[in-house]
Each structure stands twice: as C-alpha cells, then as structure tokens.
C-alpha cells in the first residue's frame, strides 16, 4: 500500500511537490477538507505566504502575502499529526509553521535570501549530525527564496543547517518525526536537479521512510 502524504491546498497548486513526492514512492492528498487527513500516512507544509505576526507575538514589520485560513488549518493539521506521531516535513514557509506550532518566532525580514532576478540562489550550508547530514554531508550547495526564517527555535527544536550568516536552514524534532528546511528540495530534484547541488529527492525519498504505509 502506498503512502499517502496530506498537503493543504487546491489542486494543481503544487506541481513541483506533488511531482517530487510522487518519484519518491508516495500518493498526494492536496485539499482544503481536513476530514481525510487523519488517514494520511505523513503531513508536508510547502513554501508559500508569511504567518500571521501575532501568531507568535509581534505586531506586523514586514509581512506580507498573509494566509490566515491556512495558517489555522496547517497548525491544526500539525496538532493532529504529530500527536500521532505521524512524520511532518516543512519547506520554506513550513518550517516557519513547524517553529511558530512549537513557540518559536520568526525573523519577519531578511535580507539576502530571497531571489535574485527571479531565480532562487543558491548557497553553502553547514550540517550538525543529523538525517540532513547523513544525507549531504558536512557541507552542501541549497538553493533560497525566502525573506523570513527562524529566530527563537521552539520546544523540541534542534538547528541541524546554518548558512554563513548563521540563518537556520534545517531543524528537526528531537523526539517527534518532524524535519524542515527553509530551502526548497522540490526545486532540487528530478528534472529540476541542478549539478552541485544537493539533490532534493533523496530527503523526499529519506523522510518518507519513516511513514506507515496507508492512505486512501
């Protein structure tokens, strides 16, 4: 049986996670309707819009493309799953959610990261011990667009990634089976890959691995 993997959203919104997901063995629930996805073998949080500031308590400095909807539905879809102890992947924005969901804060802007000319950069990132490192080793080329990022690492949290400026670019949970990078794999894998960056499938293909087989 495969493994089916909950993201919200609308279909056809994600192709290039839907995509990578899919080389890598899984089934894709992508809807608005929370009533399925406690039948879902694992959760990912994909890139998108900035939380609510008050979420984690500032007022607004420098957000922008606020989701509120999905903020709601996406930290009760993450209270679901990890009281399940069902595996959750973060990207991007996700990893923010997964750092707000466990008290962290956030940096509401920040320069560099985001993309240059349309194109995401690209960027050397160092790894603690960790699934990031067992996979990519001491040192990887990422590639960035992002303008927020993690601050304050909330409960459980541990950084496993930092770039030069010291930006955390991958946690994990350190009892739950929850990862997230604020870079993007799925941008990084199949016809996407890129010589001399990481390949982004393989922390698909990794992360799945921790998930019971089930679904629809």
Known sequence: MAKTVFLWGQPGQYPNYQRALKAAGAAVRLSQDLSGAD??????????????????????????????????????????FTRARKPVLGICRGMQVINVFFGGTLVQDLPGHGQA????????????????????????????????AADRLGSGLRAVQWTADGTVEAVVHEDLPVWAVQWHPERLSGPLALAGAADGGRLFTAWLSLAAPGGF
């Open 117 to 148: 000319a349309g194109r995401d950069r690209l960027h050397r990132v160092r790894s603690a011990p960790s699934p990031l490192r067992d996979l990519y080793g001491a040192a990887a080329v990422v590639n960035s667009a992002h303008h927020q």
């Open 39 to 80: 039948r879902c073998s694992a959760l990912l949080l994909p890139g998108g819009g900035d939380m609510e500031p008050w979420r984690y308590g500032q007022v607004n400095t420098a957000s922008r493309g606020l989701e509120p909807d999905r903020d709601r539905a996406e930290l009760l879809l993450l209270e679901r």
